[in-house]
């Protein structure tokens, strides 16, 4: 399970470019997820160009995301298997 937005991140992926241009189309796509996001109207391109451009220097890149990963571990088959 991958988690963003941690103090101490262990991954990243650099989407400087083409990856973060489709990432802003995306969530421009989901008004109504966007809804709740705060007061007013939620603008989607400075909100995560200036969240990769906040990873970028981890990985030495202009723009990453950053989250740590996390194995989940199962006594048995996964519950969705059940």
């Known amino acids: 399970m991958a988690v963003a937005g941690t103090d ?3 991954h990243g992926v ?3 470019g083409d990856p973060l241009e489709r990432g802003i189309a ?4 989901h008004a109504e997820y966007t809804k ?3 007061a007013g109207a939620f603008e989607p391109r400075p909100f995560l160009t200036w ?12 723009a990453a995301v950053l989250f740590d990963v996390h194995q989940l571990a ?3 088959p996964p519950p969705w298997e059940q």
């Not at 451009?53 to 030495?60: D, S, W």
Request: aromatic share 4%; no cysteine; hydrophobic share 35%.
């Open 74 to 76: 199962f006594e048995g």
């Open 8 to 10: 101490r991140p262990t």
């Open 14 to 16: 650099d989407v400087t």
């Open 36 to 38: 709740g996001l705060g």
């Open 51 to 62: 969240e990769a451009r906040q990873g970028g220097p981890a990985l030495g890149v202009e």
């Open 26 to 29: 995306s969530l421009a796509a």
